[in-house]
């Protein structure tokens, strides 16, 4: 990924948060069908990207074409979309790809960390019974075949699975975009499972914790991020004291050894 489209992602990541909390799963199939828009438009892209053109004039195209026709989240995300530099065209739809399985993401975290590992094992159980069979990859490929005709099996592969996990299969196996459906959908699952490392506290400590210890631990650290974490605890004698927690990409360092490299530094500053 290129700097610019990674800072404009990173940045959509986090003026957005809020709107992807609160969307529906029905916004995540509006972005997908915004998606089709800007695929088969290559116009349309040039000017959502075009450098030359102010932000505001960028969202306005976005709000005119798509703006009375979808919720009013799947709007917020379309426009702040638009409004960042991307270094391709087609990093834009990317974009609005990775913010509907965002989305999808977000349904499925309501369950807390079970739903999305549950999203995940739907996703790489489709991926798996896909990649086995020669005659099924070839089926869900075939450029004469009707749309319906993969999702229908794709239902077949995947019958039982979450709301979540049907859209973004039928997604994958009906605009890949380029790509395998399977390995579409290998690429959403990657971004769920990401999504996890916010319910996993990696902890670090210089000894064992004893039962209570990490009992204490856990709930001290369910109170302070707002969620039940998992804790993964590590012993490394390395870290000489304290204790170091990183949660998503929340770090929370307490070691000795960190704040002697912090005192070095200083000294040697």
Do not use: C
Not at 117 to 143: G, I, K, M, W, Y
Not at 194 to 200: D, E, G, S, Y
């Amino acid at each position: 990924m290129a700097a610019v489209t990674g800072e404009s992602f990173a940045s959509l990541q986090e003026q957005l948060a809020d709107t992807l909390d609160g969307a529906e799963l029905a916004v995540a199939a509006e972005l997908f069908h915004a998606l089709d828009v800007l695929d088969s438009s290559p116009a349309l892209r040039r000017s959502l990207t075009d450098p030359s053109r102010e932000a505001q004039d960028r969202a306005s195209v976005v709000r005119a074409l798509f703006g009375a026709k979808v919720r009013a989240g799947t709007a917020t995300v379309l426009e702040a979309v638009a409004s960042q530099r991307w270094s391709r065209e087609r990093d834009l739809g990317d974009a609005v790809e990775r913010l509907a399985v965002s989305v999808a993401a977000v349904q499925a975290e309501k369950g807390g960390l079970e739903g999305l590992e549950a999203l995940e094992s739907d996703l790489l159980s489709f991926r798996r019974a896909v990649s086995s069979s020669h005659e099924v990859q070839h089926a869900l490929t075939e450029p004469q075949a009707e749309a319906e005709a993969k999702r229908k099996l794709a239902g077949r592969l995947s019958a039982g699975v979450g709301a979540e996990a049907r859209l973004l299969i039928d997604r994958a196996v009906t605009a890949p975009r380029g790509l395998r459906p399977e390995a579409l959908v290998e690429r959403f699952a990657g971004q769920v499972a990401a999504r996890q490392q916010r319910w996993i506290a990696q902890v670090t400590v210089a000894k064992e914790l004893d039962v209570a210890h990490q009992r204490r631990l856990s709930s001290s650290l369910d109170r302070y991020f707002g969620r039940e974490l998992k804790l993964d605890v590590v012993v490394d004698p390395s870290v000489v004291g304290g204790i170091r927690v990183q949660v998503g990409d929340e770090v929370v360092d307490s070691t000795v050894s960190t704040r002697l490299n912090d005192l070095n530094r200083r000294l040697a500053g």
